[in-house]
């Protein structure tokens, strides 16, 4: 079997996913990886034969994002073009986790396709939204890379095609430790918005992931890391709690050790204030705005009890073969 898997690199959510899947995937067939968008910032292990730059985020300063670099870096014509000459006839089944070119693609080239992954369970009307929903972010959800076929991840099974996340192979064969450091990953923050808050809890010593950091150092009570996936995994394995947005990868393997978590979605990401809508439920405490009172914040919700379900992982070879069962079911 020849399977196509679209990898959606508007974040390294989509990415860990996938090398967490290919050796699982492997025992299905041969597998060819397309490379869309270009935010993200881990090491791809993964036999990437096909890329384009599609369409990714970009981050205002201080924890939004800025629609306007977002708008002006789309190039239509390039994205029909990555489209057209995609040959996604020569595969027998075509996996798309949430990438945009890859479902036009396949209504161009009349090719059956399943949209795979956490996107996906936002097909369920029962799957968690906000108090105010957004109509542009619930029609970008649903028709952004729209398939036939739809199998969802997701923290709880909101419906029958919504599946447990997927947790790394690190993750699931941990020792979870408390060594007392606090994980910081918000991608969609610059270092000077958060620093002086941290800064200020002198007794706290925090792992900060960045992106433009190129090597690991510590200054007062902070070190600085690069993103990198071993490294995170290490910090997260052993921290006291995790200050992240309201991403769903992190926060799942977060609930899965059992960790703290403190998540910060990103302003007008519709997605994230979904994720954060159900974290909420699950009794994860959400922050919408980062002001002058973030260390207190950050104090109280150390001194806190925490009591989060226990997250499941995901039952991977199980899944696939539903996927694969059930990919031409018509």
């Known amino acids: ?147 036939p076929k739809h199998i969802g991840l997701h923290f709880d099974k909101y419906d029958d095609f919504i599946f447990p996340p997927v947790i790394k192979d690190e993750i699931v064969n941990a020792d979870p430790k408390n060594k007392g450091h606090i994980t910081v990953y918000l991608p969609s923050f610059q270092q000077d918005c958060l620093e002086k808050a941290f800064n200020k809890l002198s007794n706290l010593s925090f792992h900060w992931f960045l992106n433009d950091i190129q090597t690991t150092h510590t200054i007062k009570n902070i070190t600085y890391y690069p993103v990198n996936q071993a490294y995170f995994n290490e910090s997260l394995i052993n921290c006291e709690g995790i200050i992240t947005g309201g991403g769903f990868e992190t926060p799942s393997e977060a609930l899965y050790l059992g960790k703290k978590i403190l998540s910060i979605p990103i302003r007008k990401h519709y997605e994230q204030e979904c994720n954060a809508a159900a974290l909420k439920k699950l009794g994860v405490p959400v922050l919408y705005d980062v002001g002058d009172d973030f260390d207190l914040i950050i104090e109280n919700w150390l001194t806190s009890p925490i009591q989060y379900p226990k997250m499941k992982a995901n039952n991977i070879p199980e899944t696939l073969q539903y996927l694969f069962d059930t990919y031409n079911d018509k």
């Open 1 to 147: 079997m020849k399977i196509f898997y679209a990898i959606q690199a508007t974040g390294n959510g989509h990415i860990s996913r996938a090398v967490q899947l290919y050796p699982y995937l492997q025992k299905f067939g041969e597998v060819d990886f397309f490379l869309s968008g270009n935010n993200a910032s881990l090491d791809i292990n993964l036999p990437i034969k096909f890329k384009s730059a599609g369409c990714s985020l970009h981050y205002s300063k201080c924890g939004g994002l800025n629609y306007w670099d977002i708008v002006k870096n789309v190039n239509p014509k390039q994205i029909y073009k990555d489209a057209d000459i995609l040959p996604l006839k020569n595969y027998d089944v075509v996996i798309n986790d949430f990438d945009s070119i890859t479902a036009l693609a396949c209504k161009m080239q009349k090719v059956h396709s399943v949209q795979f992954g956490h996107q996906a369970s936002f097909l369920s009307p029962l799957t968690p939204r906000p108090e105010k929903k957004s109509l542009m972010g619930e029609m970008i959800l649903k028709h952004y890379a729209p398939s």
